[in-house]
């Protein structure tokens, strides 16, 4: 049996502020610190030994990992940071406040921007140029889908993650709410109409147990 545990970083300032945030780089708060902190607690007492972590570009989650590793001794592991797994690009919503949105458009339509399969918020006028992106070119989205970001995070699925799984060694994945929801809609087989019901809270572990050919054998939260 190999194990996944995957787990959304711990809370940020635009998460306590209701802010879109997306691909923009905010710190954790104090709240956010200890969220990871009794995230990492509770994976050491499970024993769980990991061969690699796996998480986004963007500091809240890279801190919130680091935190994790720190608490279960493991801080040696393989470390595999990727584009793929940042958090779904808000667009021109970035910045903005989600109630004074909703009271300018309406619950119904923020609803649809920031939950629904397909639904693609408001672009920007030009990508962000931002450096640590330099290496890929074209990457940097306008806005996106949570379709769109499903489709940029499955390669590393496919490419990065599932392998090392299929040959018996243990994964860690700390990205963000939106990658993790497109990677449970993957693993789970959630239908596209069904997958505004999920949601990842900030800081809360999930593992998977799977058996040799990654069907799942066991889910849950640990708490």
Known sequence: MVKLVIMRHGES???RDRIFTGWTDVPLTEKGIQQAHDAGRLIAETGLVFHDLHTSMLYRAIKTAHIVLEETKQLYIPEHKSWRLNERHYGA???QNKDQVKAEVGEAQVKLWRRSFKVVPPL???PDYDPKYANWQGIVP???SLEMAYKRLMPYWQDQIAPRLLAGHNQL?????STLRALIKYL???SD?????VEVPNGKPILYEFDAWLHI???????
């Open 93 to 95: 919503l970035r910045g």
């Open 188 to 190: 789970d087989q959630i």
């Open 13 to 15: 300032e635009a998460n």
């Open 193 to 197: 109409d069904q997958i505004d019901k």
């Open 142 to 144: 306008r806005g996106e």
């Open 124 to 126: 920007l006028a030009q």
């Open 173 to 177: 994945v700390v990205a963000h709410g």
């Open 217 to 223: 054998l066991n889910k849950h939260y640990l708490d």
